[in-house]
DNA sequence: CAAGATTGAAATCTCAATCTTT
DNA sequence: AAAGATTGAGATTTCAATCTTG
């Protein structure tokens, strides 16, 4: 190969297994979502994301950032699912240049409906496989990484609540 | 949300954290490898999958699991790749069911153009970020999800060749 | 002019169907 | 009939262009 040269033993270990999950993991998860619910992947975090929020409401850019996609992709899964009455968009009553998505009761039924064979999905894929030790390892390796490729203001969006395993802190 | 109901606070935090990445990464190492080399993410692990083979040559579905993509999109990316004279295909003289692909000259030589600038991104992206510690705790926490989500033939790729922290092992 | 958002076209990916070889 | 691979159609994503508001 020609990249690994660039990189130690040990970097190359953390590249390849990185790679291997980015490569695999969210295309399972999708095929898990298409045939189940009829979702992509995106669009189940667009309706998870809003459940999430205050009047279960975000600005489209807040939600473009929560669910980690451009603007432009977020507007064009947003009309799929305008069409299926999951969500709705008005122009924003403060500053009339940004429009608030809002989840309608549909919407949540569709992703409460959607939610639990999801969630098998990502405990049978991830963490089914994982001990206490290795979340711990994985909260602190990969909290650099994802902190690095979003803007500052949503970091703390990924802080966890409270911290357990009482001997390590 | 609904669905960290079903996970712990601990999980909570991989998951959120595993998604950022997942969802940012791949992304803007293809934004860098489209603008700087026309190449895309996937395009680019083709050829680099191939220069690292015997004879720069394996069979399509070694080719797709190392690259981790589907048997139809690598025949897609192969036309391309096959089109800019980056790769031949044939069929294998043993059992002609399988396919060959080779990387050429000209593959090589636009992979080793378009490395420089890849490994950049990777290394400003993810290793500028990393202490010793987090590649360790990374090491060991994404190798059970990473095994999980290949066919068991192809595990043994992701293993570190020698172990580094003499301290550790 | 920058920020928020949408649109349409081109590129890419997924899925199902198909073809050949074992 | 299963394995290896390709194809074409439909769905999704990206990029550039556009529109509106601050």
């Known amino acids: 190969m020609i990249e690994p ?3 130690s033993a040990s970097e190359r270990g953390v590249w390849l297994r990185l790679h291997t999950i980015m490569g695999n993991l969210p295309g399972q998860l999708d095929a898990q979502l298409r045939k189940d619910a009829g979702l992509t ?15 279960r409401s975000r600005s489209m850019s807040d939600l473009a950032a929560a ?3 451009s ?6 899964a947003a ?23 809002t989840l309608t009761d549909a919407g949540y039924d569709k992703l409460r409906e ?14 089914d496989r994982l001990s206490a030790d290795d979340l711990d390892a994985l909260n602190s390796g990969l909290e650099p990484l994802a902190a690095a490729l979003i803007p ?7 802080k966890v609540p409270e911290s357990r395993t009482p001997g390590s802190a």
């Open 5 to 7: 040269e660039w990189l």
């Open 41 to 55: 992947f995106f669009e189940y975090y667009v309706l998870a994301m809003l459940s999430d929020a205050p009047e």
């Open 67 to 69: 669910t980690h996609g």
């Open 71 to 76: 603007l432009p992709r977020l507007s064009h």
């Open 79 to 101: 009309s799929k699912l305008e069409a299926n009455g999951w969500l709705t968009r008005a122009l924003s009553p403060e500053s009339r240049r940004s429009t608030i998505a």
């Open 114 to 127: 959607s939610a639990p064979s999801h969630v098998a999905a990502v405990r049978r894929l991830v963490f």
């Open 152 to 158: 500052p203001q949503y970091v703390d969006q990924l």
